[in-house]
């Protein structure tokens, strides 16, 4: 299996500029997560979903950042407009149905600094 | 959720055992004890985890307290490329949201 593969890897981007982030989570893998990971905050779950559906976005900072998952393999987390307070490892992962035996599996992340 | 406490930072020299231990004394019965790791510019990375019982796969060993209000991780041999932060987090095993890092113990391993 080829993991979950996120995409880019890095990006800089300018203050105010959208940016998108994608992910492609593990096949057959119904839940999917998106974290991120700065120096002071430490590892945040911001959103995640079941069998597409957003289920708990009360992680997610504030209206500039929304996430989708149109289908079973492919999801976004955007920010518009985006901040220098932005910068940070935007993380994705994914698992089976939580049983006691599923564990969550991440991507690499995608490394994005807003100047 | 029950909070886990863990040492900042650890070293431990190559070859030998890596012992990262974990406080949980406020664990709740349902409650799994899991272990990550993340290695410098990666994502974390699942190790181990277990309810009451020891557990042992091929990256490690979990040993919990018959109390369940501690455990420890054992590495039985570090080598340079387990330096990494190590995560311990517990978890109700049917709930994914509760999937809650904390800072975790830096482990260095040394030649």
């Known amino acids: 299996d080829a993991g979950v593969i996120q995409s880019p890897r890095h990006e800089v981007t300018e203050m105010g500029q959208e940016v998108t982030l994608r992910c492609k989570p593990i096949s057959g893998h119904d839940y999917l997560f998106w974290y991120r990971q700065t120096m002071m905050r430490g590892l945040e779950l911001l959103i995640y979903?079941?069998?597409?559906?957003?289920?708990?976005d009360s992680g997610m900072p504030e209206d500039r950042f929304s996430a989708k998952m149109p289908n079973a393999s492919f999801s976004t987390l955007k920010i518009q407009p985006s901040e220098p307070r932005d910068s940070a490892v935007y993380f994705c992962?994914?698992?089976?149905?939580?049983?006691?035996?599923?564990?969550?599996?991440f991507g690499e992340g995608s490394w994005l600094t807003v100047v | 959720d029950a909070k886990t406490t863990q040492p900042p930072s650890m070293d431990c020299a190559e070859g030998r055992a890596a012992n990262l231990p974990c406080n949980h004394s406020?664990?709740?019965?349902?409650?799994?004890v899991y272990w990550y790791r993340q290695i410098h510019s990666q994502g974390p990375q699942y190790i181990i985890h277990?309810?009451?019982n020891n557990e042992t796969n091929e990256m490690a060993s979990l040993i919990i307290t018959e109390d369940r209000k501690s455990s420890t991780l054992i590495l039985p041999h570090a080598t340079l490329r387990d330096t990494a932060v190590y995560y311990c987090i517990v978890r109700v095993a049917n709930n994914n949201n509760d999937m809650r890092f904390g800072a975790g113990t830096r482990l260095t391993v040394k030649p």
């Open positions: 992962a994914s698992s089976l149905a939580p049983t006691s035996g599923n564990t969550i599996y």
């Open positions: 979903f079941n069998n597409n559906v957003p289920i708990d």
């Open positions: 277990g309810l009451k």
């Open positions: 406020t664990i709740s019965g349902n409650e799994y």
